[in-house]
């Protein structure tokens, strides 16, 4: 399998703060990267698709300009929250592709306070 | 765009017994139906999937069958055992990676 990786695991930041959250595809290349959203039980929600050299594209109710979204090289993709609230405190997964499959990186804890 | 439907969202079955999940969906264009397992705070991992040229696909204790027509899917555990444990879910895609999930199903086997 391949593997994705996520940093941070956790992360605790102080309300009107900013949070940048990374997700690396360490054995392949991934021109399209995906970040999912997940509330304590219950499903993964698809925020945006994060494109190579590109602007990223955001699903419908997802504000641009508070998850900024960049990806910069074929190996990774930074999400953004930018004046973090605590209604933003969620699992923060992100995914890419090798092949045929798609793999997880382990998540991102974000808690505002 | 895709809507995905999965049920039941809690199931609890006797070690040893069958477990059934089932997801719908309303996009006739997904041809790529995988199925994955989330532990507690961990990243989802794929169990099984299926694609729209086969029916049915099994792997040990673990299958799945796909109904186009009726644009449905089920997941079927063997002989469940309480490792089984986990939420799953079901997602839908007209590729292979931009995923639409079910809401989830929490199957809980008791020993």
């Known amino acids: 399998g391949a593997v994705v990786s996520q940093h941070p695991s956790r992360v605790i930041c102080k309300s009107g703060t900013s949070v940048k959250i990374e997700c690396r595809s360490l054995d392949f290349q991934a021109t399209t990267m995906f970040w999912y959203r997940q509330f304590p039980k219950q499903s993964l929600m698809l925020m945006a698709t994060s494109n190579e050299g590109s602007k990223a594209t955001y699903e419908q109710g997802v504000e641009k300009d508070k998850f900024l979204i960049n990806h910069a090289s074929l190996t990774l993709s930074t999400l953004t929250v930018t004046s973090a609230h605590p209604e933003d405190s969620s699992f923060y997964i992100c995914s890419a592709e090798k092949g045929t499959e798609a793999f997880f990186g382990q998540g991102t804890r974000l808690t505002v306070v | 765009g895709e809507n995905v439907e999965q049920h039941p969202s809690t199931l609890s079955v006797q070690e040893g017994d069958s477990a059934v999940i089932k997801c719908t969906y309303s996009?006739?264009?997904?041809?790529?139906f995988p199925w994955y397992k989330q532990e507690l705070g961990k990243r989802p991992q794929l169990i099984i999937d299926?694609?729209?040229?086969?029916g049915e696909k099994k792997d040990q204790r673990i299958a799945v069958t796909l109904n186009k027509t009726a644009k449905h899917f089920s997941l079927h555990i063997t002989e469940t055992q309480p490792e089984d444990s986990a939420v799953y879910f079901c997602?839908?895609?007209?590729?292979?990676?931009?995923?639409?999930f079910g809401s989830g199903t929490r199957l809980l086997v008791r020993p």
């Open positions: 996009d006739s264009a997904s041809n790529y």
């Open positions: 299926i694609r729209s040229n086969v």
């Open positions: 997602a839908a895609s007209k590729s292979s990676y931009k995923l639409i």
